[in-house]
């Protein structure tokens, strides 16, 4: 090693140390951007993918969704065929000729939030929804058994967060008695913005 080469080697050393330095710098000195969830929340992008709405009077339970689904995340189970009434738009449930929809249950564990499911669905009854946060305390909490949702007129689950703050957060509130409501929210609109 010449003399040159030596002192070449320090200077591209101390040069590359600072510049990563200049970075790191920069960074420290930056605003804060940590969201403070859920008394704040970030807003949704306009094709945003969340947690399913699935509208049980409206499924025939034909399975195309599962069959378009990649990671077979989709259990359907029911007593007989289903057929939509023309007139109602929704399974006549007094006719004995249709089926009970005994099961539509997403496992959330695998879901890949692709919205495949929703693209083959004849009846559109199964949409992508805007809610994402599903956290609870074990696995099977994040399989979502829709068809039980639906004796509660509930379109899509309500989170634990979400039974917890919705007596003192107001966006979270607003959500709160949508979901109640039964009314789908498939479009970044569609969920309150935080004030
Ligand atoms: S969004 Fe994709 S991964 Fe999730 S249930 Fe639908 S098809 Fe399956
Ligand atoms: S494709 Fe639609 S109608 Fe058929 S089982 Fe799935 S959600 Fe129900």
Not at 95 to 100: F, L, V
Request: overall charge positive.
């Amino acid at each position: 090693m010449t003399v040159k080469s030596y002192f070449q080697n320090i200077y591209d050393n101390v040069k590359s140390i600072s510049i990563g330095m200049k970075i790191t710098l920069k960074y420290c000195f930056q605003k804060t951007v940590t969201v403070q969830y859920p008394e704040q929340r970030l807003t949704f992008a306009p094709r945003y993918r969340g947690i399913h709405e699935f509208e049980a009077n409206k499924c025939i339970a034909c399975d195309m969704c599962a069959k378009a689904c990649p990671v077979d995340c989709i259990y359907i189970d029911k007593t007989a065929p289903r057929k939509i009434d023309k007139k109602t738009g929704i399974v006549n449930m007094s006719d004995p000729k249709n089926g009970q929809l005994v099961r539509y249950a997403i496992d959330y564990s695998k879901c890949l939030f692709c919205a495949l499911c929703t693209e083959p669905c004849p009846t559109d009854c199964i949409h992508m929804g805007k809610l994402h946060d599903l956290s609870s305390y074990t696995r099977e909490d994040v399989v979502v058994e829709f068809a039980q949702l639906d004796k509660q007129n509930l379109r899509t689950p309500i989170p634990l967060w979400m039974e917890r703050n919705a007596g003192t957060i107001p966006w979270v509130k607003e959500e709160y008695d949508r979901v109640k409501s039964g009314t789908l929210a498939t479009t970044a609109a569609d969920i309150p913005s935080v004030k």
